[in-house]
């Protein structure tokens, strides 16, 4: 930047007295509380609601996961109505993505990448159907129905029984078949000094 | 597919300048029309004789929803990619997001979350800079030997390059206040499949942008109207588009776009995760497959390079696949983690040909052989191919795909 920093410091400082009078001469509802950002003067710290909505991920340690449960010989009917027409009847059919078998073929010449075969946590999975599943209605499952449309899942895998009840306790617990699977970026890989 | 026939059209542009010298002497020419002109507008179009269009494969078992569309780079100039022109990746469709209702929310391990609009990020201080994007899917289709009948744009289409402007995503931290013990910031996309990735806190410290300007204008949509996330040299799908949650926290979220998806698996079927970098690459633009070369002569070779660690140093081509290479020629400006225009002047004897073109970045990595790379990574890794591009030329001047052997 071409303005020098003492310059910059002290507009810096004029533009935030001027947001923090303009803040308290028009309180809007946004801007009910003092501005957060301590150098610019924008910005209001969300609401506990607000958090809430959006605050929708799940760690593999299982934190995020909302209290609720399901077992797979729920999620057999909530896997019938809801996610059968694009993933097939027993997951392997597609026409979408195959979410089912595939163990032992990553190394081979035609790897079948599955929630079984590949997926290092179940709590991704749990993650990925409450964000964007079905794909045609995302956001339209209730807790318990994504609880028993992952164990319903795990169970096609063979990675649940049927009666195991899948809730925020046991799900982190469940140990995916690749768990041990991945690892870091080697890259560069390859040797890669050349001469011209 | 709609594909403009520049070489032949530029051979023949000597024959029909003279033609229309020669018609000068005896009328006005043709082409130049007397009646008066279209008013003054309010928002532009191309030429209605212009058709490059990105190519949407429409023949797919994936909704267009959950699709690609791809750039015409045989189509494209310079090193800007027009906005219209950039291409799409999208999982969940493209959210039509009013501006004025979208916010943008910083929490986690903070001591400050913030909630922002986007008029008060337009109002802190702001970066424009030019940079590439490329899906790290980018080219895949030649891991497993491709289709002589491609070309650049289905090969190579999914990369773009843009003026990005918006605030650093270092600036936004620090108001808020960062914990010592964060590592990973999950961002979170307004998409209706929420589409998210954690990112390194490193980066968003470095040179991450949360951005609103692409090319002197709002973003499209397609390229996360009104927010999205700008992670220089770093693969497409970490850099989320229509930004609504940055969450500062200590570990991976292990999204399932960061297990399933955008990681390499290698031959003893362990899988590469997090590989964010956008190795060095460039490809001849033109002449390309699917161009023919009219008759023997000279022409002009030109291409882009790009490396996600840094400026493109040298641009090296070849005609006879490999043997031998000789310097090209930059155009300004090089930038850093951006396309680079590169030119070569080509006499062509009539002959079989294989052209291609190699870059070396700033870092002394020279991109590689397509070979070398199957010989390390097998060919099940899908994403992040950065191989040499060999087109075949002919000797009646067709040009096809010549990564099959």
Redesign the interface.
């Known amino acids: 930047m071409a303005i020098a920093r003492s310059g910059f410091t002290i507009c810096v400082a004029i533009a935030a007295l001027v947001l923090a009078c303009r803040a308290t001469l028009s309180a809007s509802p946004e801007r009910s509380g003092s501005p957060q950002s301590p150098t610019f003067g924008v910005g209001r710290a969300p609401t506990a609601a607000e958090l809430r909505a959006i605050d929708i991920d799940v760690a593999p340690d299982g934190r995020g996961l909302p209290s609720g449960r399901g077992t797979a010989a729920a999620g057999k009917d909530v896997y019938a109505r809801r996610c059968e027409t694009c993933h097939g009847p027993t997951g392997r059919e597609g026409p979408q993505d195959v979410l089912v078998g595939g163990l032992g073929s990553l190394s081979t010449p035609n790897p079948q990448k599955t929630v079984g075969s590949y997926w290092p946590y179940a709590t991704t999975l749990w993650d990925y159907i409450r964000r964007a599943m079905p794909f045609d209605h995302p956001g339209t499952l209730t807790t318990d129905e994504i609880y028993a449309a992952t164990a319903y899942v795990l169970f096609m895998n063979g990675i649940v029984g049927e009666h195991d009840e899948v809730n925020q306790q046991t799900l982190p617990l469940v140990t995916m078949p690749n768990r041990s699977g991945f690892v870091a970026d080697p890259r560069p890989d390859i040797p890669v000094k050349r001469k011209p | 597919m709609q594909r403009s026939r520049r070489w032949f059209l530029r051979a023949s542009a000597f024959w029909s300048s003279a033609a229309i010298a020669c018609r000068g002497r005896s009328g006005a020419p043709p082409a130049e029309p007397r009646s008066i002109g279209a008013p003054i507008s309010a928002y532009g179009a191309r030429s209605r004789f212009e058709k490059a269009a990105r190519f949407v494969n429409r023949n797919t078992?994936?909704?267009l929803e959950?699709a690609a569309s791809q750039t015409p780079l045989h189509d494209t100039f310079g090193i800007i990619t027009p906005s219209s022109l950039h291409f799409e990746r999208h999982?969940?469709g493209v959210p039509e997001i009013d501006p004025a209702a979208h916010r943008l929310?910083i929490?986690g391990l903070v001591d400050?979350?913030?909630?922002?609009?986007v008029d008060?990020?337009k109002?802190?201080?702001s970066i424009s800079r030019i940079h590439f994007l490329e899906c790290s899917g980018n080219s895949s289709s030649e891991w497993r030997g491709g289709s002589s009948g491609s070309d650049v744009q289905r090969i190579h289409g999914l990369t773009s390059c843009g003026e990005w402007t918006g605030v650093s995503a270092a600036l936004l931290l620090?108001?808020?206040g960062v914990h010592a013990d964060a590592a990973w910031v999950?961002a979170?996309g307004a998409d209706?499949?929420?589409h998210?990735r954690s990112i390194p806190m490193q980066k968003m410290m470095d040179d991450a942008l949360v951005v609103y300007g692409q090319n002197g204008e709002p973003l499209r949509p397609e390229q996360g109207y009104p927010l999205r996330l700008l992670l220089p040299g770093w693969e497409g799908n970490a850099n989320v588009k229509w930004l609504?949650?940055l969450?500062v926290?200590d570990?991976a979220?292990?999204?399932?776009e960061e297990?399933?998806k955008y990681?390499d698996?290698?031959?003893?079927?362990?899988?590469?995760?997090?590989?964010?970098?956008m190795?060095p690459k460039s490809v001849i633009t033109q002449p390309s497959g699917g161009d023919r070369l009219p008759v023997a002569g000279v022409y002009e070779v030109t291409g882009i390079a790009w490396s996600g660690r840094g400026a493109i140093a040298?641009v090296?081509i070849t005609t006879d696949g490999g043997a031998t290479?000789a310097?090209a020629d930059l155009q300004t400006p090089v930038l850093p983690r951006a396309h680079t225009r590169f030119r070569w002047l080509w006499k062509w004897d009539g002959r079989n040909a294989v052209i291609a073109s190699r870059c070396?970045d700033e870092t002394?990595?020279?991109q590689?052989p397509l070979g070398?790379?199957i010989a390390?990574?097998g060919?099940?890794s899908f994403y992040?191919n950065n191989g040499i591009q060999a087109w075949r030329v002919a000797p009646d001047g067709t040009i096809t795909n010549g990564n099959r052997a």
């Not at chain 2, 979220?253 to 399932?256: P, V």
């Open positions: 078992k994936a909704p959950e999982h969940s929310t929490h400050r979350p913030l909630v922002l609009t008060e990020l109002r802190l201080p620090r108001e808020c999950l979170e209706a499949g929420k998210d609504r949650r969450k926290t570990q979220a292990m999204t399932r297990t399933s990681t698996l290698m031959p003893d079927g362990t899988a590469r995760q997090f590989t964010f970098v190795e040298r090296e290479w310097a070396t002394g990595y020279t590689p070398e790379l390390r990574r060919t099940n992040h």
